[in-house]
């Protein structure tokens, strides 16, 4: 019922992203129960948990593989009450076979299953959760793949090479995929169609059956259609500063509001070490798909 096309050419006012993002938290704060956030430290969380205000902040992680220290620095800059969600490797599959059995279809990526873990907690405080996804979509986050698309002609041998993490090519998926990207003018254009379309759509899937199988409600400002209808003509020099640094207008008009950390971090995925986990005793030979065709 809603449609979207991106030109990605024109300059954009930064006070018209940031009353806008502030309007859209501001709407998703509205609840009837009590609304708390996700904060790894990292940008976009943090400047979400600053001007929502709310009581309660989030982050999970293994006891030797986290973001605690800079979840730690945000929550303190924003005054929150912060609960860090401590993940044992031994919890893992069993938690992922059981999301598996529930949902009855694969997970889309690894880290569903520590998003599960921490909402569970979650929910003791919380019925509501902002989160963060969408800012790397609107605010070219992803810099490797987008440096390329700004740099370059269209290729689907390369939008493999810098999308792609399987070990094996899939070059005809992508096609089939990027069929539907065929009227876009360049390489930066559908790849940014592509971001907020479908590679959004797996995250957003990702927070939706991590949140409700614990009866939680996720909300994600990034998202909201006003914001994305104005970032979607945003040229690539605004969103990068000239191509100098990812999420440049985040890092410039939210400076005032969040901890310095936040801003001068590098980016950093959400780290799940599934070599460490699958090589415990007893799952030598049991991969993530090996765990799906059980059920």
């Known amino acids: 019922y809603w449609e979207i096309n991106f030109s990605c050419d024109n300059e954009i006012d930064d006070e018209e992203v940031e009353s806008l993002l502030i309007s859209s938290i501001n709407y998703r704060n509205l609840s009837d129960v009590s609304v708390g956030t996700y904060l790894s430290g990292g940008l976009d969380s943090t400047i979400i948990t600053s001007l929502a205000s709310q009581t309660d902040s989030w982050t999970v992680g293994f006891h030797d593989n986290n973001e605690y220290k800079y979840a730690r620095m945000a929550a303190e800059y924003s005054s929150t009450k912060h609960h860090e969600i401590n993940v044992d490797y031994n919890q893992f599959i069993p938690t992922l076979e059981n999301i598996i059995k529930r949902r009855m279809e694969p997970l889309s990526v690894p880290n569903e299953v520590l998003l599960y873990l921490m909402t569970r907690k979650v929910k003791s405080k919380n019925t509501v959760v902002l989160s963060g996804e969408g800012a790397d979509e609107l605010f070219y986050g992803y810099d490797r793949i ?59 899937r990702r927070l939706d059956n991590s949140t409700m199988l614990n009866s939680v409600e996720g909300r994600v400002p990034f998202v909201d259609h006003r914001l994305v209808e104005l970032m979607s003509s945003a040229s690539f020099k605004y969103r990068t500063g000239n191509g100098n640094t990812i999420k440049a207008p985040l890092k410039r008009i939210f400076r005032k509001n969040i901890v310095e950390s936040a801003i001068n971090r590098k980016k950093i995925g959400f780290p799940v070490p599934l070599e460490k986990i699958f090589a415990n005793k007893g799952h030598e030979k049991k991969t993530p798909m090996d765990c799906w065709l059980e059920y």
């Open 146 to 204: 987008f440096w390329w698309a700004n740099n370059n002609g269209w290729s689907i041998e390369s939008f493999d090479k810098y999308y792609s993490y399987g070990s094996n090519s899939d070059l005809e998926i992508i096609e089939d995929v990027m069929d539907g990207y065929s009227h876009y003018n360049n390489a930066l254009e559908k790849t940014s169609a592509f971001f907020q379309i479908n590679h959004l759509h797996g995250l957003l």
